[in-house]
């Protein structure tokens, strides 16, 4: 549906005759559309019916007896269009939701109407959420008190090691959550452990199990935590026999591997080990051949989500997390495709192990695209490759504010010579972006009336297609600034009302009191269009102009300026 913005400027010509023309008289009525047709009173010549806003003639009235002065009535009509209001709302079983004067518990769709100015009819789609039941399973210790999840029960309450129940209810304020809720805590009480190893060791050797680290004979007792994480008592009753030689080896395998070296077959988990070669004495002590052998882990990694890469920048990071193993070196490949547009490959060689992200540089001048990178981590033990995909967006300099209430996308000359075939713009709403318009709507600019709807915080964007590719790239975000105070365009103002100007079927329509001398036209790119100087009297002139905005200076022959906004619909 097209919208028509039409400024009325009210210029009066000056005719001369015999008769002399008095006051005009304009009427201004308002009716809603679902009461039209208007009429008015009785007693003009054209009283009605009238079903359309606009500016109506409706009588003549002669104000002498010899005829010799009257005035025009004008009938000035505007038609106000009913706005239908739709409301999702959500409530809990035991809530109710007030609607107008009345109070809803019930799921369903309810309908009002609503006086201001004209009816509308506003409807409530209501859904009333359920109450649930939770039930929370939890462990402690004995002796210990337990203050999660809203419950609080101490510890002397709780003297013996079992189960135990407590319920309690739970209130939510999201109407989308679970409201009120009962919370049933199944609260299992576990008791302490006692626990007697015995182990052997060679003198010089160090007992180095289950926590403990003894080189002595000896009763040794340590607290640790039981898989319950409860206190558990071990007791280590340690013997130390005499060993026969000492012959120690170091060395180190990857995961997975077998050490086979000094006699001995070895197979397990990383970590650092201490092996004896199986040889004993007539005491039982081995010959003590030791193998200190360091299992070094498998390099196991992942990449993390790209963050947004704009055109502008020098490089963008791709960040990585090493779960296991080190990184030795890391090798980055680029595509023929990729090539030519000037990415290079590159290497890096014994990364920081502190460092998590590797740098990709951006060729100078890229082209917002889509493209793809090969990354090759190669570690001591194991590797990883990853092809990771990544779009370079326009940078928001393809954008500009015009005002408060304008952002354009500047023309091939301003933006990096793009000529683009698609154009749709974005707004940033909640988190997520959503269409605002497309080219066939919106053209190369968003506007709004309502200079306060661009606010400091939000975020705007574009997504193209230029002309001979099919795919679409957006471009990275803007930020309006309000209040902006510099002014590409002339700035829009007046001395003087001289002027009022009406814009329809792709023409500017300028009526003037004052003879016009002077007209100036400029588009929202800043650029002038058309410049006209009138060496007739002109009282009313007409101007073609595509579909767009505009900005419009005129000047009269008293050399009075008047300078406006124009949308051409």
């Known amino acids: ?97 007030a609607f107008g004067d009345r109070l809803l518990d019930s799921t369903g769709t309810y309908t009002r109407t609503i006086i201001a100015p004209c009816d509308t009819i506003e409807t ?63 609260l299992q009480v576990n ?48 013997k130390v026999n005499d060993p026969y030689k000492d012959f120690t080896f170091n060395h180190e395998i990857c995961e997975g ?35 200190n052998l360091t299992v070094l882990p498998n390099l196991k990694m992942s990449l993390s989500p790209l963050d947004e890469i704009c055109g ?3 490089n963008f990071p791709i960040k990585y997390n090493v779960d296991t193993g080190k990184i030795d070196s890391i090798f980055v490949y680029f595509g023929a495709r990729e090539r030519e547009r000037g990415f290079e490959d590159f290497v890096v060689r014994n990364p920081a192990p502190n460092n998590k992200s590797i740098e990709i540089p951006l060729p100078q001048d890229v082209i917002p695209d889509n493209y793809s990178v090969t990354l090759y981590f190669e570690g001591r033990c194991g590797d990883a490759t990853f092809t990771v995909n990544f779009t370079v967006l326009y940078p928001s300099s393809v954008m500009e504010q015009r005002w408060n209430d304008v952002i354009v996308l500047k023309n091939p000359a301003y933006n990096g010579k793009y000529d683009f075939s698609y154009i749709e713009w974005f707004v940033m709403v909640a988190g997520n972006w959503e269409s605002i ?11 709004t009336e309502n200079t306060t709807l661009m606010k400091v915080g939000e975020a705007y964007r574009v997504c193209l297609i230029k002309k001979g590719e099919y795919h679409k790239i957006c471009s990275c975000p803007l930020f309006p600034i309000q209040d902006i105070a510099y002014f590409v365009y002339p700035r829009v103002d007046s001395d003087v009302s ?43 002139i007409k101007i073609d102009a595509e579909e767009g905005f505009y900005v419009i200076r005129l000047t009269n022959n008293k050399g009075q300026i008047h300078i406006q906004k124009v949308i051409v619909q």
């Open 1 to 97: 549906m097209k919208k028509f913005l039409v400024i009325l400027l009210l210029f009066v010509p000056i005719f001369i005759s015999a008769q002399t023309i008095g006051k005009d008289t304009t009427i201004f009525a308002s009716a809603c559309e679902n009461r039209i047709p208007y009429y008015l009173p009785y007693g003009y010549s054209t009283y009605g019916p009238y079903d359309s806003s606009g500016l109506y003639f409706v009588d003549t009235i002669f104000t002498t007896l010899d005829h010799s002065q009257w005035e025009v009535v004008s009938l000035h009509l505007t038609i106000y269009k009913l706005i239908p209001k739709y409301t999702h709302a959500f409530i809990c079983a035991n809530e109710t939701y």
């Open 124 to 186: 409530l789609y209501l859904t009333v959420n359920p109450v649930f039941y939770h039930t929370i399973f939890e462990q402690i210790c004995k002796g210990e008190s337990y203050t999660g999840n809203g419950f609080t029960i101490l510890a002397n309450e709780l003297q013996t090691a079992g189960t135990f129940y407590y319920k309690r209810h739970l209130f939510s304020s999201c109407y989308r959550c679970n409201c009120d809720s009962i919370v049933t805590l199944k």
């Open 191 to 238: 008791p302490p452990k006692e626990t007697t190893l015995y182990g052997e060791i060679c003198r010089g050797e160090t007992y180095e199990k289950n926590g403990f680290k003894e080189n002595k004979e000896g009763i040794y007792r340590k607290k640790e935590f039981d898989i319950n994480g409860c206190d558990s008592i071990v007791t280590l009753v340690l």
């Open 257 to 291: 591997n077998v050490y086979t070296a000094n006699g001995f077959n070895i197979d397990t988990v990383p970590g650092t080990y201490t092996f004896i070669k199986d040889k004993f004495t007539d005491k039982g002590c081995p010959d003590t051949v030791t193998l």
């Open 312 to 314: 502008d920048t020098t």
């Open 437 to 447: 318009g497309k080219n066939y709507d919106k053209g190369t600019y968003i506007y």
């Open 498 to 540: 001289v002027a009022v100007v009406s814009c329809c079927d792709k023409s500017i329509k300028v009526y003037s009191k004052e003879p016009i001398v002077e007209m100036d036209l400029w588009n929202v790119a800043g650029q002038m269009i058309q410049q006209k100087r009138y060496a007739e009297v002109n009282n009313m």
